[in-house]
């Protein structure tokens, strides 16, 4: 089992450039959630996928958007980015058992996503 | 959500027990404690969570008071590979997770 990964690794971007990052997440799981996580911080919420809808959403703005295919992959798309976006990326999965259960989130590694 | 306060680091020598605190004084009678944490380069992994009871796993333990306004989690034999930042979380959505600062635990040989 290969867990929750993500694509790329690293990515260098300009301001006012767009970004999609992958994940795909651990085998039998449903859901997935992004989270950013600035240098000395922790992670933060940005939304979460199931059944190919966003179903909940953390403080971010509409530059923040994505997607979740058939296969419970992901994406995670910034558009007119600004240099407060460099962070760490990273992705969450978990198999949704409905309320009242909790299955713990696998992250991935993350993807470091620098603005200039 | 239950706000969380951790202290900001911690050094433990490595063999010995680590005991890394957290106050959740806000914490409401249906919201759990998750324990998580994120070595360096890494993803967040998740450790353990309760809600009144005292419980262990493989990884580690975790003690809630009885007022369950503060926990303490404790690895028994602290090693090198602990080394990293844990974060005690009292969220009222499991699915959003609100990761604080957290406390940097530092293994010493």
């Known amino acids: 089992d290969a867990g929750v990964t993500q694509s790329p690794t690293h990515l260098i971007k300009t301001r006012g450039q767009q970004v999609t990052l992958r994940c795909s997440p651990k085998?039998?799981?449903?859901?997935v959630s992004w989270y950013q996580q600035a240098l000395g911080q922790g992670p933060q919420f940005i939304f979460q996928?199931?059944?190919?809808?966003?179903?909940q959403r953390g403080n971010f703005p509409d530059r923040f958007s994505g997607h979740q295919f058939p296969n419970y992959s992901s994406e995670l798309n910034v558009n007119a980015l600004l240099l407060g976006d460099s962070a760490l990326y990273l992705c969450?999965?978990?198999?949704?058992?409905?309320?009242?259960?909790?299955?713990?989130?696998?992250f991935g590694p993350g993807t470091r996503l620098t603005v200039l | 959500d239950a706000k969380t306060t951790q202290p900001p680091s911690m050094d433990c020598a490595e063999g010995r027990a680590a005991n890394l605190p957290c106050n959740h004084s806000t914490i409401s009678g249906n919201e759990y404690v998750y324990w998580y944490r994120q070595i360096h380069s890494q993803g967040p992994q998740y450790i353990i969570h309760g809600l009144k009871n005292n419980e262990t796993n493989e990884m580690a333990s975790l003690i809630i008071t009885e007022d369950r306004k503060s926990s303490t989690l404790i690895l028994p034999h602290a090693t090198l590979r602990d080394t990293a930042v844990y974060y005690c979380i009292a969220p009222d959505n499991t699915d959003k997770l609100i990761f604080g600062t957290g406390t940097r635990l530092q293994v010493f040989p």
């Open positions: 969450a999965s978990r198999q949704f058992v409905g309320s009242g259960t909790y299955n713990e989130q696998f």
């Open positions: 085998s039998g799981h449903d859901t």
């Open positions: 996928y199931y059944e190919e809808e966003e179903r």
